[in-house]
Structures are given as structure tokens and as C-alpha cells.
């Protein structure tokens, strides 16, 4: 049986299957992750590389919406079971190498997570002394000319 941290990271690991599937670092956490369940064998591996593809084709059938986000949570659960079972298996020395690969990995889907944009459209508006509270990243533009 699995402690709680080792199921977090289970967790965060099918997450970030899902995360990165269809960004720009897809290539490299796939590689990551066939590796880490391929444990040394090519031939794992490359059965890997096949489920994580089946993962990412079942994730782009599905487009967005509700469907879409069933499937996401289908394919989390499916990835962190695979993980957890992985981890499960592994002695204590070995399993801390196989969690520490694994939160790499999930650091590398994070940093590759597109940023959330927010856009309103004040182009109708007309301000006098106004002032634009906020917080985070943001882009101001002046348009007085228009």
C-alpha cells in the first residue's frame, strides 16, 4: 500500500500526461515517461510510447466541452493507476529515484501549462481620471486616437 505522498505524486504524474499532451513539450514528457515505466527494456518502452499516443489521439478526438473533460479525468486516472502500480512495485532505494524522475517530469508539463489570459474589451468605453487596479501580468493600451 502506498503512503499519501507517493499517491500525490502518482497523482500530479497523471496530470501531467494529460497537461501535456498537445503542447510543444509532448515529445520530451512522453519520452520521459516511457523511459520511466520502460525501466531499461526498448521493448517496454516502445509499448509506452504506443499508450501515451493512444492517450494523446483519445485527448484530440475529444476536443473541448464536457465530453472533453470527462476524458481528461479518464486518462488522468488511467496514468496515475499505471504510476501508483509502478511505484508500488518498486523496493524503497529505487522508488525515490522513480519519484524524484517523475516530479521532474511533472515540473517540465507545468512549465509548459499555457498561461490563462484574461480579455475585456472597454473599445465602447470612455473613462475620465480612471484608474486599472489589477494584479499579475498585464497589458495596458491606450487608444485615444480611435
Known amino acids: 500500500m502506498l503512503v499519501e505522498g507517493l ?11 494529460v497537461q501535456a499532451a498537445g503542447t510543444d513539450a509532448w515529445n520530451g514528457i512522453r519520452e520521459g ?4 515505466f520502460g525501466r531499461g527494456e526498448p521493448g517496454r518502452e ?12 483519445a485527448l484530440e478526438a475529444a476536443g473541448e466541452g464536457e ?7 479518464a486518462q488522468g486516472s488511467r496514468w496515475q493507476t499505471r504510476l501508483e502500480t509502478l511505484l508500488e512495485e518498486l523496493p524503497a532505494a529505487e522508488q525515490q529515484l522513480v519519484v524524484a524522475e517523475l516530479q521532474a517530469l511533472v515540473a517540465q508539463a507545468e512549465a509548459a501549462k499555457p498561461a490563462e489570459t484574461m480579455h475585456n474589451d472597454f473599445s465602447q468605453a470612455s473613462f475620465t481620471n480612471s484608474q486599472v487596479l489589477g494584479s499579475g501580468t498585464m497589458t495596458v493600451t491606450n487608444n485615444y486616437d480611435k
Request: glycine share 8%; aromatic share 2%.
Open 33 to 36: 515517461f516511457a523511459r520511466l
Open 67 to 73: 465530453g472533453a473533460q470527462r476524458v481528461q479525468i
Open 7 to 17: 499517491i500525490a505524486v502518482a497523482a500530479a504524474g497523471g496530470s501531467a500526461v
Open 46 to 57: 516502445r509499448a509506452e510510447l504506443e499508450r501515451l499516443d493512444q492517450t494523446r489521439s
